[in-house]
């Protein structure tokens, strides 16, 4: 079968590109405080759950993957470019990395703990991500979780070059909700949701979703089922109606560069939590308390990314 064009313009680009996206795209660390609280909250879960190992699908040069077997979890890296993966082997020559496409993985049915899909999957057409999903499902395990993040909006991309070099990629923006729908048209069960508008340096909107694999009735430990056994919980445990916490921030400074989006500027470092705190709309009512608690870990810079998250669930719940 011959291999879809889309998957070659990936490949070559960011085979092309490598070098240039390690200099320019900044690390884990500098990330903005939301997004480092899911994946901390990501890799809690996983841990807690322990079905099996994380996949960083897409994980280009590895840094989110080495982030997070910093934070305890057994972690590999898979990418569509050759270049990418030798970069991520040699900066961290402990860890797994092979080339692959998340199209059609090689991994057997039920083998995975987690899925990391951080902006990995925009580059893919909207028609083959029920496709990509699909895989997502087939290889986790019951219970297994699913962490995605991406750039959303309603928008094809079509950019000449992409960090300093030319590229032929292109990038679909689709809107949230779709892509909820596409991963519960696979299985998947979405437990958490994340939305940030843009700010700093980021131009566009970006999102996380938290999704699980079903399991049955009686066995625990799940994904999302993990954090409302503890205490505080991290992630968010189906509290609406379909069972998905949501969560917009309003106008908080993000520095989310992971993205692979050329057309979206690539911060060079954190911003500073200047930003006048979200109106009062931000929170609902009854929960006034959390939310004033929220707002004094995000002015304090030293507050850290699980306190941060287990805040944002409480303030944020009916």
Known sequence: MATP??????????????ADYVERVPPPAELDPLSRAMLAGFAELV???GPGPVADLGCGPGRITAHLAGLGVSAFGVDLSPEMIGLARHAYPDLRFTEGSMTA??????ELGGILAWYSTHH???QWLPAVFAEFHRTLAPGGCLLWGDYV????????????RPVSYESYL???DRMVGLLEQAGLVVTARLEQEPGGRVKRPHACLLARKP????????C?????????PIMGGGRSDRGVDRIKTASIPATTACGRSASTPTPTSTQPRSTPWPPANGARKGNRTASRSLRGLWDQRSASDSEIAAAVFTAHSP
Request: charged fraction near 30%; glycine fraction near 12%; proline fraction near 10%.
């Open 5 to 18: 064009s889309f998957l070659t313009a990936v490949r070559e680009s960011y085979d092309t590109v490598a």
């Open 47 to 49: 841990r807690t759950a």
């Open 105 to 110: 993985l090689e991994m057997r049915d039920d």
């Open 124 to 126: 893919t057409p909207p």
């Open 153 to 164: 909006g309603d928008e094809r991309l079509q950019p000449t070059q992409g960090y300093g």
């Open 174 to 176: 689709l809107p949230l």
């Open 215 to 222: 399991e049955g009735p009686d066995r625990a430990g799940s």
């Open 224 to 232: 999302g089922e993990a954090a409302r056994a503890g205490s505080p």
